[in-house]
């Protein structure tokens, strides 16, 4: 879970977003709505402690600085060394979790044993996905974050990743962004909206879409 206590980011003495209090529960998956420039990736950077911010954000109870370890952030443009191999990169990014036979038993889940054995500047947008959410089952975190994880995909790779989302969400708090709300209609339990510069969770009372949402709340 994550708790976000009077939050506040401000860039000088410009306020970019604030909420009181906010909670994205554990065992859900949270879709967090927003135009672009509205403070999202400022969201998820403080979430992370890569940005300084007002208030307090709790992971799992704990101050966020101190839970780094049970979060993962996935963003859209994936960075991987791309010079080397889908699998070496997973042996260097799973930080000692599995060993090479476990870990390539997860990858070949995702993805074939070809692939795994190139290196990933030859793969395609979707393959990375696919590597980066391989990355997520390794290391397992108690927190997923993962930023317009939809984009480049094509329609079959974008239902597998649908139903590997779902199956990652037991007992895990996931956050996803983007604006391909097609691809997220399935998948979130709860919504949020950046409105104005706030942090709120929407309470939708009848089954909208969320294109109807977003024009109806934030266009």
């Known amino acids: 879970m994550i708790s976000l206590k009077n939050f506040e980011k401000k860039y000088g003495n410009r306020s970019i977003i604030k909420s009181e209090d906010v909670q ?9 709505m927003a135009p672009n420039g509205a403070g999202k990736t400022t ?3 403080c979430i992370t402690a890569l940005e300084e911010y007002d208030g307090e954000i709790l992971i ?5 600085t101190d839970a780094l370890g049970e979060c993962l952030a996935i963003w859209d443009d994936c960075p991987f060394y791309n010079s080397l191999s889908g699998l ?3 042996l260097i990014l799973s930080e000692g979790k599995m060993e090479k036979a476990d870990i390539k038993e997860v990858a070949l889940t995702y ?3 070809e ?6 500047r030859t793969y395609s947008y979707g393959q990375k996905k696919k590597l980066a959410l391989a990355l997520a089952k390794i290391l397992d975190p108690e927190v997923l974050i993962m930023d317009e994880i939809s984009n480049g995909l094509d329609y079959d790779t974008m239902l597998e990743l649908q139903q590997r989302l ?4 037991k007992g895990r708090t996931i956050i996803l962004t983007g604006h391909q709300f097609a691809f997220y209609e ?8 950046i409105k104005e510069g706030k942090l709120l969770k929407a309470e939708i009372a009848d089954k909208k879409s969320l294109e109807e949402v977003y024009c109806e709340e934030l266009h």
């Not at 692939?115 to 990933?120: G, S």
């Not at 399935?186 to 909206?193: I, M, N, Q, T």
């Open 186 to 193: 399935k998948l979130y339990d709860d919504l949020f909206l």
């Open 111 to 113: 993805i074939d044993e």
């Open 88 to 90: 070496k990169n997973l």
């Open 166 to 169: 779902k199956l990652l969400s």
């Open 43 to 45: 969201l998820i950077k």
């Open 115 to 120: 692939l795994l054995k190139r290196r990933v």
């Open 24 to 32: 994205f529960e554990s065992g859900k998956i949270s879709f967090l």
């Open 60 to 64: 799992n109870d704990k101050k966020n």
